[in-house]
């Protein structure tokens, strides 16, 4: 199964290489495979909004977390992002998505 990628970290969109495509596909969909009642997924928009802000959004239903998963989702993806060519400064925003294409 082929998905589409994209990121965009602090409003802006970053781009992606295979690799990296690659890449944040693999770690995303880790993530949310290891999150309690989540299956396959066909369309991923994972948000995460300031210090304690993070919402998944599978397949066109939001999935719910709880304190803890939120901040480990924030700081895995902080740390995926910060080297990448584009992203700027401190992570205030991000969004993924995934799609089947």
Known sequence: MTRKVT???NDVPIQLDY???EY???VVAG???SL???GEIRDLELTVAGENTVRVRLNGEDVSL???P???IR?????LVKPLKGVAGPLRTLRVTLKHS
């Open 19 to 21: 690799f990296v495509e």
């Open 7 to 9: 990121l965009t970290v």
């Open 75 to 79: 700081q895995t993806l902080a740390g």
């Open 31 to 33: 993530i949310v495979g």
């Open 36 to 38: 309690r009642g989540t």
């Open 70 to 72: 939120v901040l480990i």
């Open 66 to 68: 709880k304190p803890f």
């Open 24 to 26: 944040v596909d693999q």
